[in-house]
């Protein structure tokens, strides 16, 4: 894609869909240049395709430029949902992409019954193809727990079709095996035993590549395999390359840079949507982020969060106080579902006694969860005080005094209430003047209360001290939207829990989902333990998860511990090379009580 198409879509961006996650294509020439912009794909490998109440989904997205089969640069986020028979989300996950790749990983509680399930991934700009873009993979969800068995149990059917398939993907594994692979120190084991990985790229350039690593214990339960990345590359073939609409249709447009958020706002005497509304957007916290828009003629407004954040709730406040406003979030369009299918899978009993054995070594695995859990991994620091050392002052520090007001006069230096003629008195923060001649403004202060951006500081006057933890400043002039501003001053309170109380008008709270957060997977290790830990049960059937594996030149070592379930057990490699070409792997081992070298 050119730099000009690239400066033309972000012109697109700023100005045309404003408040919506649609556009209208007004032209040929917009038309030529949204068809330049190449569309993409996606790809999911995960721990299914059968799944237990109690046990963990993972998963490793991958999503591509469909033009050229490399990772795309084009979309920030993606989605990952699970849908249940009658098309209803399970869940949704909303995926921060880096270079073109995310992960995640879902739980699977009790309260969701035993059936048949689809897993969907996408961006955006993918919803423009319809479905057929869209990743689709069948997953089988078994819950004993519940009494009603019905969906499943009808009758087993479809076995031969799964070993064929098996079959498929290992004659393929040996054919791609030749540019990288694997192997193990040796092909039987016993229960807690390391076992030693090694990757190896023979081919050099033509090898590199982002990769997906399982260690998993074969089903015994017989069920249709996951997609593999060789299959998928079959399947996904004739996916299309560029967006399908024409002159005068709607299209989705790529969250290009970051996650979108959009909402309208009207007069609420009149119900007529308001034009130029300056709307502040914040995200509360420690690390809060803040955010201007302006309004459409049809009273749209949007922005994009490009940072990290903790807290899933947004702010929408109007700025201006002399009349009521209503504020609305938009909500994006769902894809359109009504020609997915699902895949049929049946049961029998048969296979009573294996599903209640593998239940109760979940029941046992999940008891000792708090002395093997994950660990989030620490995202990138958002600095909301825009690369300056804000000031902070500790008010235990000082002898306390009843409001706010009063304490800005006796404790904080360098800040204090003004006088605004026939308007609210507002918060100045003294300039830091470098010359004796310099200008003295009269710009009032941004001012937020645990991340809130406060439109009046009027209003805060006579907040109570006594709950406030800390007062943060920074001084030097800043720009919100259209309006300059000097410094910028932030109060903490003890709890952190100001927006439980804030009510204000033209103002709107309302929840949001964050992107997944990433996440260290614990590693279980059995040469280092111990005393009491070397009591403790290991019934993982995932031995070793690796959702990105970026392999260069040469070779990878790794690691991994066998656990006290017996049988056999696959280890496969799933991805594509830098230039787009699918490898899968698939190995099996055996981890047996007795096992003579």
């Not at 509680?109 to 919803?127: D, F, R, V």
């Not at 914040?282 to 969060?305: A, C, R, V, W």
């Amino acid at each position: 894609m050119t730099l000009k198409t690239r400066i033309f879509l972000l012109i697109l961006l700023l100005t045309a869909i404003v408040g919506k996650p649609q556009y209208v294509i007004k032209d040929s020439i917009e038309l030529l240049n949204l068809k330049k912009l190449p569309q993409e794909k996606a790809f999911v490998d995960h721990t299914g395709p059968l799944v237990f109440s109690g046990e963990y989904l993972h998963y490793a997205l991958y999503c591509f430029n469909a033009q050229n089969n490399k990772l795309t640069d084009i979309s920030k986020i993606a989605y990952v949902i699970l849908l249940n028979k009658a098309k209803e989300k399970v869940f949704e996950h909303k995926i921060r992409l880096e270079k073109g790749i995310g992960t995640g990983d879902f739980f699977v509680p009790t309260s969701i019954p035993s059936g048949t399930y689809k897993l969907l991934a996408y961006t955006e700009w993918m919803k423009n193809s319809g479905l057929q873009q869209v990743f689709k993979d069948d997953l089988v969800i078994i819950n004993p727990y519940l009494v009603d068995q019905t969906a499943l149990l009808k009758g087993f059917s479809n076995s031969s079709a799964t070993i064929e398939k098996n079959k498929e993907q290992q004659s393929v594994s040996l054919i791609d095996s030749a540019i990288v692979s694997f192997r193990l120190n040796k092909d039987r084991f016993v229960p807690r035993e390391k076992v030693k990985l090694s990757i190896k790229n023979y081919k050099g350039y033509l090898g590199k590549g982002t990769y997906t690593i399982k260690v998993k214990k074969k089903d015994d339960i017989p069920s249709r395999a996951n997609l593999s990345a060789i299959n998928y590359g079959k399947s996904y073939f004739n996916a299309q390359k560029e967006i399908p609409q024409v002159v005068g249709d709607s299209v989705f447009l790529p969250e290009q840079r970051g996650e979108l958020l959009f909402g309208y706002v009207t007069d609420s005497s009149t119900r007529m949507p308001v034009k130029d509304a300056s709307v502040v957007i914040s995200i509360p916290g420690e690390d809060f982020l803040l955010k201007f828009s302006q309004t459409d003629e049809n009273g749209n407004f949007y922005t994009y969060i490009s940072e990290e954040y903790n807290k899933e709730q947004v702010v929408f406040q109007v700025l201006e106080e002399n009349r009521y406003f209503t504020i609305e979030k938009g909500k994006k369009t769902d894809l359109d579902l009504k020609d997915l299918s699902f895949a049929t899978f049946h049961l029998t009993e048969s296979y009573k006694d294996m599903i209640t054995e593998r239940s109760v070594l979940n029941q046992i695995e999940n008891q000792f969860f708090s002395v093997k859990p994950d660990s989030v991994l620490a995202s990138n620091p958002v600095d909301p005080y825009y690369g300056s050392i804000p000031e902070i002052i500790y008010l235990d520090q000082f002898t306390r005094f009843p409001t706010f007001e009063e304490t800005l006069v006796e404790v904080i230096k360098y800040a204090g209430y003004r006088k605004d003629g026939a308007q609210n008195d507002y918060v100045k923060i003294t300039q830091d003047l470098e010359t004796y001649d310099e200008t003295i403004d009269n710009l009032s202060a941004i001012v937020l209360i645990d991340g809130i951006f406060i439109p009046n500081h009027e209003k805060i006057k006579n907040l109570d001290a006594n709950e406030i933890e800390k007062i943060s400043f920074i001084r030097g002039p800043l720009r919100l939207g259209d309006k300059l501003y000097h410094g910028q001053m932030n109060i903490s309170t003890f709890n952190g829990d100001f927006l439980d109380s804030y009510n204000t008008k033209n103002s709107l709270v309302v929840n949001i989902d964050k992107p997944i957060t990433k996440k260290n997977y614990y590693r279980q290790r059995h040469d280092k333990m111990n005393g009491a830990f070397s009591r403790i049960p290991d019934y993982r059937r995932l031995l070793f998860w690796q959702p990105h594996l970026v392999v260069e030149s040469g070779s990878l070592n790794f690691e991994f511990f066998t656990s006290d379930i017996e049988g056999e057990y696959e280890v496969s490699l799933n991805g594509f090379t830098t230039y787009g070409k699918p490898i899968t792997i698939i190995k099996t081992f055996n981890v047996e009580k007795s096992v003579s070298n």
